[in-house]
Each structure stands twice: as C-alpha cells, then as structure tokens.
C-alpha cells in the first residue's frame, strides 16, 4: 500500500486467536462480531478461508511463519524460517502466547519469537502430552514402541487413549477456555506496563476431539453430564467410525463451539475493559475443518484435503477496516495473514514469506486477485514424532476449480477434480472430463513443489552460512 494510506494506520495492538478445528461452516460467532463491532467499530467476514494444512502441524507453519507445511516437512518449525512473533517483537510488540496443545509447545520451536509463552505442556495428562513432554529412558521407551509399531500408528493411538483414559478416567487433555482465559486477564492484570504495543496469541482447544463442553451447554445433545459425554467420544473406531455415534459427536461438536464462543466474547469484553481493543487488529480464526464422514473419514484426518478440513472462519476487526460488519467472499488462504498484520504495522516482510497481504481489502474495500491456494499433508508418526514427506497429499484451488495429487493412498498419483461452485461438496470427480482444466492444476503443483524444493534449499543455505559465519568470529 502506499505510504500515504498506511501512515493514517495505527495498530499497537495485535489479538490472535486460534480456535483448534473450527470449520467454516460451524462459524457460530455471531456474538463474537457483537462485541467486536461494539467495542472496535469495524469487522469483515471472510466467508472462504482455506487452511493450508488439514492438521495443526500442517496449518500453523502457513500462519506463524506464512510458509507451505512442505518446506517444514516435519512437528518442527524449520530452523531459519523466520516467524511472525519474531518480526512483531522486533518491531517492538511484547508477544506473549497462551495454549495447550502439545503439538504447538515449545518442544517443537512454537515458542520461537515469543517473549512469554504459556504452553501449558507437562500440565495437561494426556497420551499426546506425554508422548511429547517425554525424555529421557521414558521417550527411549516410546521411541522403541514406536519403531516396533511403525505403520499401525494411528490404531495404536486410538488404543492407548482409550487405555489411558480408562485407568485415569475423566480428564480433559487440555486447558479448557474458560480456564485459559483466567490465566490471560490475570497476567493482563499484572502487566500493564507490557500492554502498550503487544501480539497477544490465544489458541483454544475445546472445538478438538475429544468434544466434551461442560454441563450448561449439553441441552439437546442428548448426555446429561460432561464425563459422560467425554467417554462416549472413545466409543468411536477411527478406522471404521460408527455413523450413530459421528452424528452424536456431531451435536457434541456444535456445543462446544458454542461455549467456546460465549468465551471469546468474554475475552472481547474484557480485553476492552483493559482498553486493549483501542489501536487494535483483531483476527479470529482456526488451524483447519474436522471431518463428519462427509468423505468417509472422522476428525481432521491427516490424508484427505476436502473442504470440511479445509475450510476455516475468519474475521478481522479493526478500527482502520473500511466496512460495517460486511462478507469478503474472494477464496484466500491462512498464509495471507502472517503478511497482511506485518503490512499494515508497516514492517518488512521477510523474503520467505509466501502469503499476500489482504490490507488493501481491509482498508480500502478492495479485491484480492484470483491465486491459486496450496494445502498439503504428509504421513505423520505421532509416536516418533516425525512425518514421512514421501508419502503427501497436495491441493490447489484456483477460482471455482480444485484438484487433488494423492500420494499418500497410492504410489503413484492419483487425482480428483471438482467443480466447487456445481459441486461444492466434492462428490463427483470430473479428472477424466476435464483432462484440460486439471493439467493446468497440475502444473501449478508442480511449480509450487519445485518453489518448495527452492525455499528449503534456500533456508538450507542461509543457514549454513551463520553457522560458517559464526565458527569465524568465533576462532
Ligand atoms: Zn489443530
């Protein structure tokens, strides 16, 4: 944007907040924007958000760093990769980040740029939070389960939950939000001095399997209690899930993004109270969808890449937004987010950076040109924490059109076409049809692997020449 425009922006404030699994179409936050246009004035809803990743280790790369989940290839942010909180607190933000979800801790570089970060893990008990806080002879002991195990992992998840919770009976794996929100107002309260420019990241876990929304919001979901509810979530067998019980999850679902909604408006209005929603971006988001067998598949299923997990909410709100409460209907992808706040605090972008800025459309109400948007996984090993990239899964949806690469299903690609705007829900295959429209997809794939394989050499090299660099000063 011109200098012109961008100087007449005043942001001190930055108000992240994530809602693990949320899909667009349970967007129920309607009291959500209430507060927010009550106390910032101005939002826009963007009503097709892609997810660059079906799973939080594939999403969250695009919106902490603004890079493809490839270019990681791993749980692990890759060394080099510089993030959003690194470029906010170099540009003066206090960045502080609260959550529990053990796949965004510490453990694997999420704290990187964050001048306080509460992850929670070690407090949460939990296969998963064990698995990850684990070292020593107990992560040796995993490591040799996980070797024996190898290519049975996900049955084996579901196993050692099940066991797990068993023994240890009814016990959230997370932090739950309103908890999570005492521990965000009570270190505002002690704070005051750090809130004059900061980046505030609040991830909630509570919209995530297993869906167990405390007692006052179980009306009509047919369980009377929150223990009961959080067991029933085990009945299920991933590998063949039981439509009945999806479709009681399903209910279990929907009462919990409705309390998680009830509590990031309380947040809203607290954190206006404390006059931080003055000089403020507010963006609300999620990591990616969760599937209901619309394609056969329960959860946020690592190996398939239709838009019930894909498809994210988001709305950004903002004194400077030139709307009253409108809808963006433009596809955009998680990754455009990271450069669009460096954007309008007028910082740099880093080089590596892949997503576009969306302040124009904040701003002046502009149009985001059509772009091709990437989301990709890759065969993930939970117990040894690791992903086999040689074996991924790509999409790319350019306008009405999407096309799937499968590698993760077969050895040699397999490829789905759809027409979203005839066939929104991705039921009829149109690859052999239109042979024309789907070679032009594929090479857009094709171009975007190789910039993948261009970025991580890239990343490689850059950091080849600090350590080289470093070693000099040093002797
Ligand atoms: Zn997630």
């Known amino acids: 944007m011109s200098d012109e425009i961008i100087n007449k922006i005043k942001i001190n404030r930055v108000i992240l907040i994530t ?58 942010l890759k060394d080099g990769i510089p993030t959003l909180a690194e470029v906010l607190s170099q540009n003066g933000f206090y960045t502080i980040g609260f959550h529990s979800n053990p796949f965004l801790s510490r453990r694997f570089g999420w704290d990187r740029g964050f001048m306080e970060f509460y992850d929670f893990l070690g407090r949460y008990r939990s296969p998963a939070g064990l698995v990850v806080s684990s ?24 196993i050692v939950n099940r066991v797990y919770y068993r023994i240890k009976g009814f016990n ?4 739950e939000a309103r908890e999570l929100n005492n521990y965000v107002l009570e270190w505002i309260r002690k704070n005051n001095n750090k809130l004059k420019r900061v980046f505030l990241w609040i991830h909630y876990m509570d919209v995530h399997f297993p869906f167990a929304p405390p007692d006052e919001y179980l009306s009509g979901t047919g369980f009377s209690n929150r223990r009961e509810a959080f067991f029933y979530n085990y009945r299920l067998n991933f590998e063949n899930p039981n439509p009945e019980i999806v479709s009681r999850l399903k209910k279990l679902y929907e009462a919990s993004v409705r309390y998680v909604a009830d509590n990031i408006a309380h947040l809203l209005e607290e954190l206006s109270r404390y006059s931080l929603l003055d000089d403020s971006l507010v963006i609300i988001t999620s990591d990616h969808g969760e599937a209901f067998l619309e394609h056969g598949k329960f959860g946020h299923a690592y190996d398939i890449l239709y838009n019930e ?11 400077f937004i030139n709307s009253k409460r409108q809808i ?10 990271a450069p669009t706040i460096i954007d309008l605090i007028r910082a740099k972008k880093p080089i590596v950076f892949k997503g576009k800025s969306l302040a124009r459309v904040l701003y002046e109400g502009s149009e985001t040109n059509l772009y091709p948007i990437f989301s990709e996984s890759a065969i993930p090993d939970l117990i040894n924490l690791k992903y086999d990239t040689s074996r991924y899964i790509v999409s790319v949806v350019l306008g009405r059109w999407k096309l ?54 890239f990343v490689e090299n850059v950091l080849s020449l600090r350590l080289r660099l470093r070693k000099s000063l040093c002797n």
Do not use: C
């Open 19 to 76: 809602v693990d699994s949320l899909r667009a179409d349970y967007d129920m936050l309607d009291n959500v924007r209430d507060v927010l246009f009550e106390n910032v004035g101005s939002l826009l809803t963007f009503k097709v958000v892609y997810s660059n990743g079906p799973g939080t280790s594939q999403s969250f790369p695009s919106i902490m760093s603004s890079t493809p989940f490839l270019v990681h290839g791993d749980l692990r």
């Open 309 to 319: 997990v894909l498809r994210v909410p988001l709305i950004i709100g903002g004194t």
């Open 172 to 175: 959230l794996p997370y932090i």
């Open 404 to 457: 799937i690469l499968d590698l993760i299903h077969s050895s040699v690609p397999m490829f789905e076409l759809y027409d979203l705007a005839k066939d929104p829900n991705e039921k009829h295959n149109l690859f052999e049809e239109h042979k024309d429209v789907a070679n032009d997809l594929i090479r857009l794939i094709n171009l975007h692997l190789d910039n993948i394989n261009k970025l991580k050499k």
């Open 135 to 158: 070292s020593g002879w107990k992560r040796f002991l995993i490591n040799v389960l996980g070797k024996l195990l190898e290519g049975s992992s996900k049955k084996l998840w579901s």
């Open 328 to 337: 963006y209907d433009r596809p955009i992808q998680l990754m455009d987010l």
